[in-house]
């Protein structure tokens, strides 16, 4: 049996799914697994698989591929460009779109392990294929470690992985240490006191509220933080009445955190805390917000050693130059549980997924953010080739690196 990449990805493209509810995308990836003759458990962690791949004594190295899309309404507009919907957690009905890459990222998977399959001769050891659900949630991976996911399966030695991003194809980022920061997604709800529009004296407005807590938070990052270090306070949604003349009781928003380190979080998160109690009492509300974290992720941080090994791999399968230190991204992962939980190391790295020639041009113009559309955007769509072959390629030398050459 002999993959069609293209068309995998394609079809995978095209039918997206929203976090915890990739059923049809297990479906084709234990479908490929099957006639790879790879054994496989599926419905881990709800819609996780891991499929492994015996071949001898010799070490376990893990390789994990995230698969689960975002609500944005796809506007690449490509041939076979997504016009799927979903249900999200609100029971809203949503666009889906695979704008983060991971139809690629499970279609690489597909094709590196053919490639090993094929290869069986020339490796020892044991490779487990961890596909993952929810990781926008940045719950997928524990959501599998709490159904016994390391349990159950060979421990790992070693657990790699990749993300394709806004490089130039064929290009590989990866950095020994912190590769992307740490995050928190928190959820405030200000509580004000409800009313007549057009008597606002008898109410406490929570959208008055919410506006200027969403404009002072802006103050942490570019009057509370060193400007040689990194943090991120976003205000993502904001949620707050259902008519022009009622002032509702309450506004919501939803805010995303990064930072580097514990320390760092711990800085960010008691400014945050502090202007947020601090604006609800200047606006003369009766009772406090409710500050809730929905998910916490540990910072990306890969293993100096490992690292280092690998790259030299990279220079020497790909050529010199097309390994570069993209610097620390301030998007957040959550494969690290993974190696945290195993006590192993842990190396991930980015992949270009842009036209080289208009990434040269955007890079010439100084138009690169305006130009190539980055991760999450409604436009985000890497270029079949040689995105995929590079991404295949990189897993099959990452995983060859650290499994054990072959007894004779």
Known sequence: MTLD????????????????????????????????????????????????????EGPVVWLRADMDALPVPEQTGLEYASTARGTDPAGNDVPVMHACGHDMHVTALLGALERLVATKDEWSGTIVAVFQPAEEYGAGS??????????????????????????????????????????????VTLLGRGGHGSRPQATIDPVVMAAATVMRLQTIVSREVDPRDVAVVTVGSIHAGLKNNIIPAEAKLELSLRYPDDEAR????????????AEAQASGAEEPPVIVTDHTLPPTINDVHATARLVLAFDAAFGEGTVIDPGMFTGSEDVSWFAREAGVPLVFWFWGGVDPQKFAEASSAGTVERDIPTN???????????????????????AREFLAEPTA
């Open 376 to 398: 999450h955007s409604p436009f985000f769509a890497p270029v079949l080739q040689p995105t995929l072959s590079r991404g295949v390629e990189a897993l099959v030398v990452a």
């Open 142 to 187: 524990q959501a599998m470690i709490a159904d016994g996911v390391l349990d159950r399966f060979p421990k790992p030695d070693i657990v790699l992985g990749q993300h394709v991003t806004p490089l130039p194809a064929g290009t590989i980022g990866v950095r020994s240490g912190t590769q992307m920061a740490a995050s928190d997604g928190i959820t």
């Open 5 to 56: 990449l293209e068309a995998i990805y394609v079809d995978l493209h095209r039918h997206p799914e929203l976090s915890f509810q990739e059923t049809r995308t297990a479906g084709v990836i234990t479908q490929h697994l099957t006639g790879l003759g790879i054994e496989f458990e599926e419905g881990i962690g709800k819609t996780g698989i891991a499929g492994v791949i015996r071949n001898g």
């Open 266 to 277: 711990a800085r960010v998160l008691e400014k945050v805390e502090r202007i947020v109690r």
